[in-house]
């Protein structure tokens, strides 16, 4: 039986130096995806919370639209992010949550009926809120792909 040590090489997409029966797949690339940059307002509601993002071009609020619509309804997370590093994530998984179209972007609301889900949620927005006016972005996914990124 062989043994072999991975390194950081392997990691980074570079082949070893091994004979051809201990060879491993490399990674095929990159996947990246551009997201819309946006204005994002969050607020608590009366059953949760409510995020409004607009964009101011209508290029980038096209792109968030269609990307909503594709996505459809499901789970909703926010990661808040300061210089590149996540500073918090929210993952929106006890309420029910939706998006709905408006003239220059979307509008996302997290609700639930029952009180203590609904606490959380809130709870979640209050801290989000904080966060954001102390400097810190959004990055609002639907069903863990990216829709929107933005400050307030």
Do not use: W, Y
């Not at 996505?71 to 918090?88: E, I, L």
């Not at 994530?89 to 609700?111: H, I, L």
């Amino acid at each position: 039986m062989n043994t072999m040590m991975m390194d950081r090489s392997m990691t980074m997409g570079m082949t070893p130096m091994t004979t051809p029966a201990m060879t491993m797949p490399t990674t095929a690339g990159m996947n990246m995806m551009m997201i819309p940059r946006c204005t994002m307002k969050m607020e608590k509601c009366k059953d949760g919370m409510k995020i409004m993002c607009s964009c101011t071009d209508e290029t980038a609020a096209a792109m968030m639209q269609n990307m909503c619509n594709m996505m459809g309804t499901g789970m909703m997370s926010c990661h808040m992010m300061m210089n590149g590093m996540m500073m918090m994530s929210c993952n929106m998984m006890m309420g029910m949550c939706k998006c709905e179209m408006t003239k220059d972007g979307m509008c996302f609301t997290c609700t639930s009926g029952d009180a203590k889900c609904c606490q959380m949620i809130q709870a979640c927005c209050e801290g989000m809120m904080t966060m954001m006016n102390c400097g810190c972005s959004c990055c609002l996914c639907m069903n863990n792909t990216p829709v929107c990124c933005g400050c307030c």
